[in-house]
């Protein structure tokens, strides 16, 4: 199983993005997915995450202009950013807990997209 997040880049205070993290080989089943990000010198910090339920949870500096959400038949998280600021700089990591056959759930990361936002 990989995950393979897309969709970082550099962008302006005040403009949006929109990550997607695909997951790809043999995925049985997706369970809770989650972003994470880690700016340079500081540790990786959860984003937001979507249990396979569709619950949400964010961190509380990016609620109300981050958005997470699934699609299901295509193994694919995204999130939407809005708003951006230049504190959301980061590397933006994939997190998923994946059934990968009918009885064994592991856990994944992706290798990362670089989110910069200038000011």
């Known amino acids: 199983v990989q995950l393979v997040e897309s969709g970082g880049g550099l962008v302006q205070a005040g403009g949006s993005l929109r990550l997607s993290c695909v997951a790809s080989g043999s995925v049985f089943g997706m369970y809770t997915v989650g972003w994470y990000r880690q700016a340079p010198g500081k540790e990786r910090d959860m984003v937001a995450t979507?249990?396979?339920?569709?619950?949400?949870e964010y961190a509380d500096s990016v609620k109300g202009r981050f958005t997470i959400s699934r699609d299901a038949s295509k193994n694919t998280v995204f999130l939407q950013m809005n708003s951006l600021k230049p504190e959301d700089t980061a590397v933006y990591y994939c997190n998923a807990d994946i059934l990968v056959d009918w009885s064994t759930r592991r856990d994944f990361w992706g290798q990362g997209t670089q989110v910069a936002v200038s000011s």
């Open positions: 979507i249990t396979q339920y569709g619950a949400t």
